[in-house]
């Protein structure tokens, strides 16, 4: 019996941070892989910006600066 999508998640996402390509390769099998590849993209991406604009605001940067950064 096949674990739901849901409990190989964590095992996916940690075998792509160590490259392995059986992880990638279970991915690209998975009929949404490429959208749970999407979303950890956008979460990646927006917890940058949030870590980002804690740095700037602890360093008091200007706002014009802060919305160009």
Partial sequence: MTEPLLNQLG????GSFSLSQEAFQKIVILSQGRTIALLVILV???SLAIGQSIILFANQVKPIRFVFS
């Fill in 11 to 14: 095992d996916l996402i940690g």
């Fill in 44 to 46: 990646a991406g927006l």
